[in-house]
């Protein structure tokens, strides 16, 4: 069974760092792309950075540009994310997905579309406070 486990969520002051991690389990071959999601209660799931397999490419959405960086662990099979400069928007419920249907192989950039991937956590919470 394909499991996605994400960790390090928190609460932090607005200017501060926090570190994601995801683990992933249950698969035998590498997602052809990883990517983490949040969520706000009412609001659909935002993408906002996403990384091919082997990590050479990235894909990051705007309001997360220059802040966040996403990297794979492959030999542990961790995906991760590290937020800096945190802002108070960037409070919410933050997902790690993966593509193992291989819907993403082809295209250019690992996508931040929610589509595109098969496989999901279930969310750690970060709050970031003014």
């Known amino acids: 069974e394909v499991q996605l486990v994400e960790s390090g969520g928190g609460s932090v002051q607005a200017g501060g760092s926090l570190r994601l991690s995801c683990e992933g389990s249950g698969y035998t071959a590498n997602p052809y792309s990883m990517a983490w999601f949040r969520q706000v209660p009412g609001k659909g799931r935002e993408g906002i950075a996403a990384?091919?397999?082997?990590?050479?490419?990235?894909n990051y959405a705007e309001p997360v540009k220059g802040r966040f960086t996403i990297s794979k662990e492959n030999n542990k099979n961790f995906l991760i994310l590290e937020m800096k400069s945190l802002k108070p928007e960037d409070t919410a419920m933050y997902y790690c997905a993966a593509d193992l249907s291989g819907r993403s192989f082809y295209l250019e950039d690992p996508p931040l579309q929610s589509d595109f991937y098969n496989y999901w956590g279930q969310g750690t919470q970060v709050t970031v406070s003014s």
């Open positions: 990384t091919v397999a082997n990590g050479r490419r990235t």
